[in-house]
Nanobody
């Protein structure tokens, strides 16, 4: 099983970035995908998640600090989840991690069984 993030980088405040996360080795549609972030000296924080329900499609959740600015989406044929980040702020600076959980999504990091190595996002003021 591999979880591979990409798309991080340095951006000015107010700018945008799109993170991608590719999952291999599992049946993607059976897994909820989540994004978490961790800044130095802080705990890992829930950012967003997306589940796939056969009869309902994708369902999403967002952390309060990113609601209205970030959008999570998934492409099941490509086994990839995206995090579109707009109106970025310096406080969004962190390592961003993608994770997979069988079934429905959760806001709790310890409920995800598969993790990527992370991608750094730095927002300058």
């Amino acid at each position: 099983v591999q979880v591979v993030e990409s798309g991080g980088g340095l951006v000015q405040a107010g700018g945008s970035l799109r993170l991608s996360c590719a999952l291999s080795g599992l049946t993607f549609s059976n897994y909820a995908m989540g994004w978490f972030r961790q800044a130095p000296g802080k705990e890992r924080e829930f950012v967003a998640s997306v589940s796939w329900i056969t009869w309902a499609g994708a369902t999403t959740e967002y952390g309060d600090s990113v609601k209205g600015r970030f959008t999570i989406s998934r492409d099941n044929p490509k086994s990839t989840v995206y995090l579109q980040m707009n109106s970025l702020k310096p406080e969004d600076t962190a390592a961003y991690y993608c994770a997979a959980r069988y079934g429905y999504s959760s806001r709790k990091a310890d409920e995800y069984g598969y993790w990527g190595q992370g991608t750094q996002v730095t927002v300058s003021s």
